[in-house]
């Protein structure tokens, strides 16, 4: 009688190299991706003729009321914590208001920032 084991079969591929892969690229977008929060309240930008590119900034949002926004801040919460934050840092913090949001109100806004601390503010607009 023959007791021998039966043949193996060979083993197949592995796919754990390939899975490794696939979690490092993951991982390498995840640390190279910028997640942005989203804006308090839909903003359509005025429009202008030419301008410069916007940095990489604190944004304020300023809606058709001429409600300031920052994150989950509103009003002058949001005017003073977007001062904080922006004080002593060497970028232009940006205000960007909706196109149909009177100029009384990004008057007032600009004032408070002013009073705040800040001495430059950019207002963001969209090209014509």
Known sequence: MNFSDPPRR???ESIVPMINVVFLLL???LMTSRLTPPEP????????AEGAEADDTTTLYLSTEGEAGL????GPAA?????A???GNPGIPQLRADATTEAA???RT?????????????LVVAPQ
């Open 85 to 87: 934050e922006n004080r």
């Open 71 to 74: 994150r989950d801040l509103r």
């Open 79 to 83: 005017i003073e914590a977007f001062a």
């Open 105 to 107: 109100a990004v008057a």
């Open 27 to 29: 991982i390498f977008f």
């Open 41 to 48: 309240f839909p903003i359509q930008p005025p429009s202008a």
């Open 110 to 122: 600009l004032r408070a920032l002013t009073e705040a601390g800040l001495k430059n503010v950019a």
């Open 10 to 12: 060979p083993r197949g």
